[in-house]
């Protein structure tokens, strides 16, 4: 992973902001998360969600890339079997949540997979309101690379 | 090129590629040998071939770029209800059979159900027209609909053209690339060939230096392909929307810190007759994703 | 962008009781309210913020999105069923408007 590591120390290079934008072709990647921030932490959506309760472990996992090749569409599956309700962060994003999702009775599974933006790398979290009433927490850690030529 | 210009050349492409830091990958290898391509559990898509004989020398085999993606990303393409572009082909193909124009006619009234009239289109294109110019498959469909519509043309990298060109690649998928490099086409091939190895811009970069020396490394956290357009026009994820080959070519050119080429540009339907034809043998994808 | 067109994929009959997987896909640009414009301007959020799916009135999944979730949302889940009928999805936008998609289902 010594590639990675290193993709985060940026050369020395005598180019503008601009310039950097316009080489990266990131365009979206830079604009879809402005500095603007608002909505929830990531803090703040867990304890709205579970209470105040502290979260278990086991029972739930988060299935997704270990390196996203564009954090714009980053596939994220959750698996929680039993739970009532879901809740997916980025702790990372300007604002923390992604989703959410309840089951109904006429659900199959309480696996749910749906695709994300992730500003940088960090460990995306799923927490899941079992049917007790407990809450069980996982993280998972999604690479975000800074490419933006597309390959 | 004189021994200054090589080395700061030589010096930009070594820069850019140890930002990357990795150990230097073999290049022209298979990036992931055994993993094959079957679209929507039917159409078996030929992602690597014995590369055409005027590559002799530059390349021995050739990769879709598919072949150089994530699991995830190249999943995506492997079914069309999760390839996102799938969207954009079905209003091309409603553009398709929809009047237009002072005429009257739809593309539909001349070359009937696109899955017949269209069927191998693709493939062939950028192609020579009857007077002997090189046409890219824009062309073709603005011709269409000026002069036998009586239509307004679309402009070539816009959505209208871009859903139309999507429609249209879909009707060759799984069908191998096969543009003309010769005969009337042999000049203009010759011309995309010489901008194929001509460094551009700050960084002096040529196609050559990213997708035929370095394919199969990484340039910051992309890993570089051998820059096929098989899958053209493709949906980028980046862009969250479909791209077009001109967008694509032109969008290379200004990464290497370049004036570039107006799409639509005769200099872009050159290269892009010459690109095609790197990739001969290899099938049309319809609509690829990327990154 | 063209009118949000819903698309769903549902299995033509299933067992009862035996879960099955269903997808779905919306185009939608999530514009998610983060970006700016050319002159700087924050461009306001216009996202889908919900997504049902329903099987004879009984809910299988409601689902609450947030800006993050990535341009033309795809969301793949589980449903089961005991009778045959008529699965109904609604992907709710921040302007009002509710796209709707129906697909039936017969019991193998």
Redesign the interface.
């Known amino acids: 992973m010594?590639?990675l590591t290193?993709?985060e120390e940026?050369?020395q290079m005598n180019i503008t902001r601009r310039?950097a934008l316009?080489?990266?072709?990131g365009g979206?990647?830079a604009?879809?998360?402005?500095p603007?921030a608002?909505?929830a932490t990531a803090d703040e959506a867990i304890a709205a969600f579970t209470g105040g309760a502290t979260p278990g472990e086991g029972g739930i996992d988060i299935k997704a890339?270990e390196?996203?090749?564009?954090g714009?569409?980053?596939?994220i599956?959750v698996n929680a079997p039993g739970a009532e309700e879901i809740l997916v962060l980025?702790p990372a994003?300007?604002?923390a949540?992604?989703?959410?999702?309840?089951?109904?009775?006429?659900?199959?599974?309480q696996?749910?997979?749906?695709?994300?933006?992730?500003a940088k790398t960090q460990d995306v979290t799923a927490i899941a309101r079992m049917a007790d009433g407990s809450f069980v927490m996982a993280k998972r850690t999604v690479k975000v690379?800074?490419?933006?030529?597309?390959? | 090129m004189n021994f200054r210009a090589r080395t700061a050349a030589g010096l930009a492409v070594a820069a850019l590629l140890a930002i990357a830091g990795a150990a230097r990958a073999e290049s022209n290898v298979d990036p992931n040998p055994g993993v094959e391509l079957v679209i929507n559990g039917d159409t078996p898509i030929t992602v690597r071939a014995k590369a055409p004989d005027y590559l002799e020398g530059h390349l021995d085999n050739i990769y879709s770029g598919w072949l150089y993606r994530i699991e995830s990303t190249r999943a995506m393409e492997a079914d069309d209800f999760e390839n996102p572009a799938i969207t954009f082909v079905e209003e091309g193909i409603d553009a398709w059979n929809t009047v237009e124009g002072t005429e009257g006619k739809s593309c539909a009234s001349c070359h009937g159900d696109i899955s017949e009239g269209m069927k191998g289109v693709r493939a062939r294109m950028p192609a020579v027209n009857e007077n002997g110019e090189l046409w890219s498959l824009e062309d073709y469909i603005n011709n269409c609909r000026v002069n036998r519509m009586g239509a307004e043309p679309y402009k070539w990298d816009k959505g209208p053209m871009k859903n139309m060109t999507a429609a249209i690649s879909m009707q060759s998928r799984g069908m191998p690339m096969n543009v003309a490099v010769d005969g009337p086409a042999a000049p203009f091939w010759e011309r995309g060939r010489d901008m194929y190895y001509t460094r551009y811009g700050l960084l002096q970069l040529s196609c050559a230096s990213c997708h035929e020396k370095n394919n199969n490394n990484y340039i910051r956290g992309d890993h570089l392909s051998q820059g096929q357009i098989v899958g053209f026009p493709t949906y980028r994820l980046k862009k969250g929307g479909l791209v077009s080959i001109h967008n694509r070519l032109k969008g290379c050119i200004r990464d290497t810190r370049a004036e570039t080429f107006p799409i639509g540009s005769q200099e872009l339907r050159e290269l892009e007759l010459y690109v095609a034809s790197r990739g001969n043998g290899l099938s049309v994808e319809g609509v690829a994703v990327r990154p | 962008m063209a009118a949000p067109k819903p698309r769903v994929k549902v299995p033509k009959s299933a067992a009862a009781g035996e879960p099955f997987t269903i997808k779905t896909l919306i185009n939608h640009p999530m514009e998610s309210g983060q970006r700016k414009d050319k002159q700087g301007n924050v461009i306001p959020q216009k996202i889908i913020n919900r997504f049902t799916c329903d099987f004879n009135g009984t809910n299988v999944v409601d689902m609450t999105l947030h800006g993050a979730i990535s341009t033309n949302p795809y969301i793949e889940f589980d449903a089961k069923i005991d009778a045959a009928g008529e699965f109904t999805f609604n992907w709710y936008d921040d302007d009002g408007s509710v796209y709707t998609a129906k697909k039936s289902i017969a019991l193998a």
């Open positions: 010594s590639r290193q993709v940026r050369p310039d316009a080489i990266g072709a979206i990647a604009l879809a998360f402005a603007a608002f909505g890339p390196i996203a090749e564009n714009n569409v980053v596939p599956e980025a994003n300007p604002s949540e992604i989703f959410s999702v309840k089951f109904g009775p006429a659900a199959g599974a696996r749910f997979s749906t695709r994300a933006r992730l690379t800074v490419g933006g030529c597309g390959g």
